[in-house]
């Protein structure tokens, strides 16, 4: 009776989790104060009593915000979803909180007059860019859920990608804003909330828009039926959400998947009608992310930040998000591969002759070209013997990352018949780049042999359960490949627990992570070289399974492969080569993405030529994006994967417009 009672309204549940946080709030308040001094120290703590102010200045502020900021992000996931229809729309997913933060990292660098008084309207500027570039990029398709998000989710790690470059190259102005940008709770005062609270009262605004946002639900035929201006509600509705999104993220950084979460958990709890979500919504994300802070706070203390309450915000959504995308059915948003290759004007060995000529003209450039203190030069003779010992390995190294990472894309494509699959955005990458640095953590002298084994356990097991999980829907492109992000998202929130926890190797990770060949020696170009040439001839031999497979399971079977023991034996290599490349380049580049859309654009469309030319393509990308690094803004260098994310991510972007 009571559970059938919980299930059909939220009013039960959130009287739990509110007894749930006041026990858990009384007791870390009473491991810093004695109840009796409780009141003192809220309404008139005494300067000298060190405790009382950390309650009156630190942790009723911290609470205040983190109510505010709750309410706020769960009222604009549920304005998201009613206005796009989309039922896995928030800010971080669409990519408004990406645009947002780094709005404000420009700022900080270039313009910090304009945060003392408006920093609130650089991140509405930021996030709006950031949403109209996904809109962009959706507008062929008609704004499908799939497309949106996709577009949310590449948009959402370019502007990542470009924050890094700015973090790695102005470590000092920026450093700060690392566990900030992570969605940082802390305060010092009350001038945050103070900030704050004001700036939310548009979200009162909403109770004008019950009725547009209601009709918007419908179809657009019925909508305009019952005299509903589409475009003009529309836009009242995003203006208002990126507002309140720009506002929190302004205050305390980047808080992921409230706006997700407590809207879904609405519904399921019995809130179908909107009035009742937007009512209820705002109650559960408070509660929800002030229980997570308290929850953070019990582990560290309320006056420590180093772990950031929105990373385990993201630790728990995650999950959730897993749990809604395999029940979710999107409509029309099945990428078919075949649909943009080209056919080649000229023939496979042609092709392949001119990218490895090309491909040897771009490693000899980046061994003998480069700048220096006097500017650019082509070094030669003793000068170039000199530079070979410190470039070789580099460029090598980059090479045979850039390589791997293409065949595994390669497979992976094949393998899911899903042209938008790739290790990055699968989560593998994150994966791979999840075992190294729990290798790291408990053995900080791991050789090198034990990074490769745990970082190729990481892929496995990341890739095992992206097929566990999809294998109800028979393991369809689309559900794959959300499954794959939300995967990457948890993973991702994990790493950036790890990298906020204060460690002295925090910014070593954080260059590796962003794709870093400094450390790369003789001994690991050699070694990556020779995992090539074994995986890329393992693939080369497979080929007839990797021209079978995108055939479907009938014809699998006709021409007598075995699915099961075929799968098994891709998924083992792609998960081996993304770790081997992973070690040394780090989880971000798009390279395996990027190569075999390329192949199919210059007409490599079966698996023997596609995989040669994405080892060509890979290779090239990578060795390019290296030499660049290295030179073009000299003194500083940027890393190889970075680059290659800043180069691949504009194509890409215009690849998802085309479709």
Request: proline fraction near 5%.
């Amino acid at each position: 009776m009571i559970l059938r009672y919980i299930n059909r309204h939220p009013a039960p549940l959130l009287t739990l989790m509110l007894l749930a946080a006041l026990a858990l709030a009384t007791g870390n308040l009473a491991t810093h104060l004695p109840p009796g001094l409780w009141w003192q120290a809220v309404s008139a703590p005494q300067t000298e009593q060190l405790d009382q102010l950390l309650v009156h200045y630190s942790w009723l502020p911290r609470m205040a915000m983190a109510w505010l900021c709750g309410a706020t992000l769960a009222l604009t996931g549920c304005i998201l979803q009613q206005a796009l229809r989309n039922p896995l729309a928030e800010p971080a997913t669409l990519g408004i909180a990406s645009g947002a933060q780094l709005a404000l990292s420009m700022a900080t660098l270039w313009a910090p007059g304009l945060l003392v008084h408006g920093r609130e309207w650089l991140a509405l500027a930021g996030g709006a860019v950031a949403l109209l570039l996904v809109f962009a990029l959706a507008w062929r398709r008609a704004f499908s859920p799939l497309a949106l998000i996709l577009g949310g989710i590449l948009v959402s790690l370019y502007f990542g990608a470009v924050n890094a470059g700015l973090m790695i190259i102005h470590g000092q102005e920026l450093g700060p804003l690392f566990i900030w940008g992570a969605g940082s709770l802390v305060q010092q005062d009350w001038q945050q909330v103070a900030f704050l609270l004001p700036r939310l009262l548009p979200a009162l605004g909403v109770l004008l828009l019950i009725r547009p946002l209601t009709l918007l639900g419908l179809e657009d035929s019925g909508a305009r039926a019952l005299g509903l201006s589409l475009n003009g509600s529309r836009v009242i509705a995003l203006v208002l959400a990126l507002w309140l999104s720009g506002c929190v993220v302004a205050s305390v950084g980047m808080i992921g998947f409230i706006g997700l979460t407590a809207p879904s958990l609405c519904s399921m709890l019995g809130a179908r009608r909107l009035k009742d979500r937007l009512l209820w919504s705002p109650v559960l994300g408070a509660l929800l992310l002030w229980l997570t802070d308290l929850l953070v706070q019990s582990l560290e203390g309320f006056d420590s930040g180093f772990l950031p309450t929105g990373a385990a915000t993201a630790l728990a959504g995650a999950p959730l998000l897993i749990w809604l995308v395999q029940g979710l059915r999107l409509r029309g948003d099945t990428p078919h591969s075949s649909a943009h290759s080209s056919r080649p004007r000229y023939s496979n060995r042609v092709l392949l002759s001119g990218l490895a000529l090309l491909l040897v003209a771009t490693v000899m450039v980046a061994l003998a070209v480069g700048d220096g203190p006097q500017g650019w030069t082509w070094s030669h003779g003793p000068m170039l013997q000199a530079l070979l010992e410190w470039r070789t390995p580099r460029v090598f190294a980059a090479l045979g990352c850039g390589a791997l990472l293409a065949l595994a894309g390669c497979l992976i494509q094949r393998l899911t018949g899903n042209p938008l699959a790739s290790p990055e955005l699968l989560g593998i990458s994150s994966g791979a780049a999840m075992g190294m640095l729990l290798a790291l953590i408990a053995l900080p002298a791991a050789s090198n042999g034990t990074l490769v084994g745990a970082s190729t356990a990481g892929a496995v097991l990341t890739f095992a359960a992206l097929l566990a999980l999809s294998r109800r829907d028979n393991f369809s492109p689309t559900q794959l490949l959300l499954v794959g992000i939300a995967v990457g998202a948890l993973f991702d929130a994990l790493l950036q627990i790890l990298l906020a926890n204060g460690d002295s190797r925090a910014q070593h990770m954080l260059n590796w992570m962003a794709g870093s060949t400094y450390r790369a020696n003789e001994q690991t170009a050699w070694l990556l070289g020779g995992m090539l040439m074994l995986f890329g001839g393992l693939c080369l031999m497979l080929h007839r399974w990797l021209d079978i497979l995108p055939l479907g399971e009938a014809a699998t079977r006709g021409f007598g492969v075995s699915l099961r023991g075929s799968r098994l034996a891709l998924l083992g290599l792609s998960a081996l080569m993304t770790a081997c490349a992973t070690v040394v380049i780090g989880p971000l580049s798009f390279i395996g993405l990027l190569a075999p859309h390329l192949t199919r654009m210059l007409g490599l469309v079966r698996a023997r030529a596609q995989l040669m030319g994405a080892i060509l393509l890979g290779a090239l990308v990578m060795v390019a994006a290296d030499w660049l690094g290295r030179n073009v803004l000299y003194p500083y260098q940027m890393p190889a994967g970075l680059l290659a994310a800043l180069i691949a991510g504009p194509y890409l972007m215009l690849q998802l417009w085309r479709r």
